[in-house]
């Protein structure tokens, strides 16, 4: 599938037989369990994986209670849609212009000392929002311009944390570090807003932001406690290495489609997140401010938990190709069901079923972009998913909420499940060989 790079193959193969040695030493010393390759259970065997995951954990907590809370914050001082998206797109919009700069850096610098400095830069950044956002009218301005700082930085670290993944482990068990990967990339939007928001109501914003800067001496700490791996060699130089992943994906068929497909699927088929309030208001006559909203994006957060961690669990064995196909149906039908919903009851049990068929998407779809990928391009092409997965959905969410004001709720989110439909059959992914250049 992947692009061969010349040298990587035994270096890989090398690193891979002295981490197995390592793996099998400390079982025989901690007296741990074997489990099958590519499952959540075994990818979380591997001491290094396991002690920057829980680092990243931590952090990603204090990430969520900060997001949730500057929604609010913007939403309670101007009462301004606009503002409120502004701030959404400070947080976020970095991930379109910034990522493919992290995927270079991570296939050029070493990524430990690269992780530990932008961690640094978001929690000094975090600490000057705390600062900002003191006086009960802040200035709008610096908020915005302090947000679009820590989102810079969080579209630099992106790329580079997400191609380190994959290499904590062995091959075998990609899959199942892709799965835990996303278990906490969700369950953090699940723990976070909830202690976020407590602390919101209790001592005020500043604590939030504190608490969040705070958080990044998790991740600090367990990315000092380990030895990644350097970056592969890969010869190329300036323009060459920033658009490295693009190259890539001109000559795969399976990274292409991949990327294609996430494109899509974030930009047409998720506005209905963004959106969640409003669905909730005028469909589900769910207030936005009330503990039942609170509930219903619980629920959702939950199931995509559930989605996520059903990869590397009960379908562990399954082929990531299929998945991403069967799942991209599931979630059109839910999609549409929940888009035809006018009452509050079924929409808790709706909503974490597409939870659930979303990241089981998401998932999957990222299991195959990653399993054959060469680690001298992963940064590279990591920064591309980066940008479909995380860059596009603010701007997507923008689209829909006019389109919906348009068209209504219900012919938007039935045309995103057309679109998941048009992406289960487009999205052939197995691929034609089992490493293909052109």
């Not at 995951?53 to 001082?77: D, E, P, R």
């Not at 998407?361 to 997965?389: C, K, N, P, Y």
Request: net charge positive; aromatic share 8%.
């Amino acid at each position: 599938m992947s692009t061969t790079v010349p040298g990587d193959a035994p270096n890989r193969e090398l690193r891979e037989r002295d981490a197995l040695a390592a793996e099998a030493e400390d079982a025989f010393v901690d007296g741990d369990r074997t489990y099958a390759p590519g499952t959540a259970r075994s990818a979380f065997q591997h001491r290094t994986f396991r002690t920057v995951y829980l680092g990243a954990f931590a952090s990603n907590i204090g990430t969520w209670m900060q997001n949730v809370v500057l929604g609010a914050l913007a939403w309670n001082l101007t009462g301004s849609g606009v503002f409120v998206g502004i701030m959404t797109a400070a947080q976020l919009g970095p991930l379109l212009v910034f990522s493919v700069v992290g995927g270079m850096l991570a296939d050029n610098f070493d990524r430990k000392k690269t992780l530990i400095v932008l961690s640094i830069q978001q929690a000094v950044f975090s600490l000057l929002l705390a600062l900002v956002t003191i006086p009960e009218n802040p200035s709008r301005t610096l908020m915005v311009l302090t947000v679009l700082c820590i989102g810079i930085g969080n579209a630099l670290y992106a790329p580079i944390f997400s191609a380190v993944v994959p290499i904590l482990v062995p091959r075998r068990d990609i899959a199942g570090a892709i799965s835990l990967n996303s278990v906490q990339m969700n369950a953090s939007r699940v723990i976070g807003p909830v202690i976020g928001t407590t602390i919101y109501a209790a001592m005020g914003p500043s604590a939030v932001f504190v608490v969040n800067a705070a958080s990044f001496v998790a991740v600090i700490v367990s990315l000092l406690w380990v030895t990644l791996p350097d970056p592969v060699a890969t010869g190329g130089h300036g323009l060459h290495r920033l658009l490295e992943g693009f190259e890539v994906a001109k000559v795969d068929r399976v990274v292409r489609q991949c990327l294609l497909v996430i494109f899509v699927f974030s930009f047409l088929c998720l506005p209905f997140i963004t959106q969640m309030p409003k669905i909730a208001g005028d469909h589900l006559a769910i207030d936005a401010k009330s503990s039942a909203y609170g509930v219903l994006y619980a629920c959702f957060g939950i199931g995509a938990v559930v989605g996520a961690l059903s990869i590397g669990t009960v379908f562990a064995g399954k082929s990531k190709a299929r998945m991403t196909r069967i799942s991209l149906v599931g979630f059109a039908v839910m999609l549409a069901v929940f888009g035809a919903l006018r009452s509050a009851t079924p929409a808790y049990v709706v909503i974490l079923v597409v939870g659930c068929v979303y990241f089981a998407v998401i998932t999957s779809l990222s299991t195959v972009l990653q399993e054959d990928l060469d680690d001298a391009v992963r940064g590279s092409v990591m920064a591309l998913w980066i940008m479909g997965f995380g860059g596009t959905v603010p701007f997507g969410g923008l689209a829909g909420g006019k389109a919906m004001e348009a068209f209504g709720i219900f012919p938007v989110l039935l045309a995103g499940a057309v679109v998941a439909l048009a992406l289960a059959w487009f999205a052939d992914l197995r691929p034609t060989r089992k490493s293909t250049t052109a």
